[in-house]
């Protein structure tokens, strides 16, 4: 089976010309790097072993053509994705494939600690001295006295020496194999589509880590033809970033440091010092809420330590231990400086769709900030609850969402444990929605103490406290 797709469904629904075309634009070097990996994993027989890890840039849509396994990377974190799957999965071929603007920059950390790991991946840097996608700004690359959109009058001393990649990774303990190659004539063209091949080799054969730099054309920004793009980059570009192989140990490299992962839960348990134990279930289901539907969306925000993040894992606890789906998402906003930090929780029948919750069925507000942040986005006929403690005039709210004004931070102050707070905040949010048995959050809390069991008794306290501060129901007032 080729590599490259016969046919681009993914292109525009593949509609007209486009079902044959790439992205690119014209002249684009991103083609034919392609092409060569495309090449390299079908000539290797690896292609059901291949995983192709993409970041924002132009390469974004590199799923688009190869027919392996793909994955998406934020801006910059191909490598910890690529690691994640290579060590996961040793037998895999993992190729992080990246531009300038994303490796050489916001990807600079990940790039450096992935090389000089030496794990086996294969990196294939894609240079054209620009970012591409992002409207031809100055990157970490861009030759000095070239013209960007950052720099308009050209790249001076000020704004830094372009970063030479090859030459940093060649610097490195862990790479076994680094080159520069380029595009602009047929004879580099072969010198790239070895290098391309080689790199994948070695990380088949488990020799170690590659990096494979090719410096590529963008006629577009560069505001050249195909052939003047060429020559700049043959005539500017290699001059400060001289081709060639700049390390090379590949011959007497063997990568033997595999620790082979293991799946089994028994295993885990015992790496973790925990027990294989069955969750009791105290519910009868699915919450009942006057919402309907399978998911059910909850919000806890306040400042650094308000405990919202730990409120809600208790409350993804308690769904995964009666047998529910549940995620939580943590959010750090400027906590730090009175702003607001927020985690969503979203609890499924079967299956958590999507993990953000843009409008909670519930909000739990810690402070004012939180709540004039979120108590617009409750869902209607949703509750806002919030600590009446320290938030006297709650922020106007959507129709039909009910205020829930419980004075959290006083209740566990009364319990002479301000901390506790958060837990006072699940026990009205019970009280108030009914989501949950008592029980089903007092065992989560039990065990998420059994290293401190004397913090037992406050907490069941605290909880009791904030379920009697409500009035039971999602419909009636609290």
Not at 414 to 430: C, R, T
Request: aromatic share 8%; with cysteine.
């Amino acid at each position: 089976m080729s590599v490259f797709y016969e046919r681009f469904e993914r292109h525009d629904h593949a509609e007209g010309i486009k079902g044959r075309s790439t992205h690119y634009c014209p002249g684009c070097g991103h083609g034919l790097v392609h092409r060569y990996l495309a090449e390299a994993i079908e000539e290797l027989g690896i292609q059901d072993r291949t995983i192709a890890v993409s970041p924002v840039g132009c390469s974004v849509f590199l799923y688009y053509y190869l027919d392996v396994g793909h994955t998406q990377a934020a801006h910059g974190r191909a490598p910890a994705v690529a690691l994640g799957h290579k060590l996961s999965n040793p037998d895999s071929v993992v190729v992080s494939y990246q531009g300038d603007g994303d490796l050489a920059s916001i990807g600079l950390t990940e790039i450096l600690h992935a090389a000089q790991l030496g794990v086996p991946l294969s990196v294939v840097f894609v240079n054209n001295a620009i970012y591409g996608m992002t409207g031809g700004q100055t990157a970490p690359t861009t030759l000095i006295g070239q013209k960007t959109t950052t720099s308009p009058y050209g790249r001076d001393a000020s704004m830094g020496q372009p970063l030479k990649m090859a030459e940093l990774m060649a610097q490195l303990d862990g790479p076994v194999y680094v080159e520069r190659v380029a595009l602009f004539d047929a004879k580099q063209r072969v010198r790239a589509s070895k290098a391309v091949k080689k790199g994948l080799k070695l990380q088949a054969e488990g020799k170690g880590f590659s990096f494979v730099e090719v410096l590529a054309e963008c006629p577009t920004h560069l505001r050249m033809g195909a052939e003047e793009a060429e020559r700049w980059v043959k005539e500017k570009m290699v001059p400060v970033f001289p081709l060639g192989v700049k390390k090379d140990v590949s011959a007497t490299a063997s990568w033997g440091a595999w620790h082979t992962p293991t799946y089994e839960t028994g295993a885990v348990l015992e790496a973790i010092d925990a027990r294989e134990t069955e969750a009791q279930r105290f519910a009868k289901g699915f919450p009942e809420t006057p919402f309907g539907g399978d998911e059910l969306g909850l919000k806890f925000a306040g400042s650094g330590g308000d405990g919202a993040q730990t409120a809600a894992m208790l409350m993804v606890h308690a769904a995964v231990n009666e047998g529910l789906d549940a995620t939580h998402i943590p959010s750090y906003g400027p906590e730090s400086r009175g702003g607001t930090s927020y985690a969503d929780v979203r609890i499924a029948r079967s299956q958590v769709l999507s993990p953000d919750v843009p409008s909670p069925h519930a909000l739990v507000a810690f402070n004012a900030p939180s709540l004039a942040k979120f108590g617009p986005s409750v869902a209607p006929g949703g509750i806002a609850l919030y600590d009446r403690s320290v938030i006297r005039e709650p922020h106007a709210l959507p129709p039909g969402v009910r205020a829930v004004g419980v004075p959290l931070s006083e209740i566990a102050a009364e319990l002479g444990q301000p901390l506790v707070k958060n837990v006072v905040a699940i026990g009205a949010l019970l009280g108030a929605t009914g989501i949950f048995p008592a029980e089903t959050v007092l065992a989560v809390i039990r065990q998420a103490l059994q290293k401190r069991p004397a913090l037992v008794g406050v907490n069941a306290e605290a909880f009791a406290r904030g379920a009697r501060a409500v009035e039971r129901g999602w419909g009636r007032a609290g």
